[in-house]
């Protein structure tokens, strides 16, 4: 099993991840008629009261184990979490499993929120572990190929022989601040510039 930021939670703290991945689905989950929007709002609307409870517990466990630090530890967590969820390349995947968690929360009552809380952040982090499993075999398949495989450069051709003929007599230099160079190069080289 892949590790998430969405591990050893409490009860209250996975229904909490839950909330926040459901905010990341209705920021980004554009399609559907705006379904995970409208979920999101409805699911905010019809579980306030537990998920205010939810929030209170969390905060306190957060002051518990880390005393002053308790906001700016749980800002970063909930930072990682929010990014988490908002993984570009498993977003399409991710929408669709909102959307049906979305509905899900939504037909609950109350009192079975925090009861399904471990199954609905499953099914919102399936996407992204997905996506992570995929990523790892494709790596290893890469790793695979490349020491199965055996480069070979193509023979470089016999080097050509570049001639430059100089000839150059005293007239044909000046010098400017202890700079020799043929006479007239500087006016043609700053009409080549033009």
Not at 159 to 188: E, F, Q, T, Y
Request: aromatic residues 8%.
């Amino acid at each position: 099993m892949r590790a998430t930021p969405n591990r050893n939670l409490s009860a209250p703290a996975t229904l909490w991840h839950v909330r926040m991945a459901l905010n990341v689905a209705a920021l980004s989950c554009q399609g559907n008629a705006d379904a995970a929007r409208l979920q999101y709002n409805q699911f905010l609307a019809r579980h306030k009261a537990m998920l205010a409870k939810a929030n209170m517990q969390v905060e306190g466990e957060y002051k518990a184990k880390f005393g002053g630090a308790a906001i700016p530890q749980r800002e970063r967590l909930n930072t990682i979490v929010y990014n988490f969820f908002a993984l570009p390349p498993a977003q399409a995947a991710f929408c669709a499993q909102a959307v049906r968690v979305g509905a899900a929360v939504n037909s609950l009552p109350a009192d079975q929120l925090i009861a399904y809380a471990p199954t609905g952040l499953a099914m919102l982090e399936q996407p992204f572990t997905d996506f992570y499993e995929a990523y790892a075999a494709y790596q290893t398949r890469l790793a695979s190929w490349r020491a199965n495989r055996t480069l070979t450069m193509a023979p470089a051709g016999a080097p050509v022989p570049v001639a430059l003929k100089v000839s150059l007599n005293s007239a044909d230099m000046m010098a400017d601040d202890d700079v020799i160079a043929p006479k007239g190069a500087l006016s043609r080289l700053l009409a080549r510039a033009d």
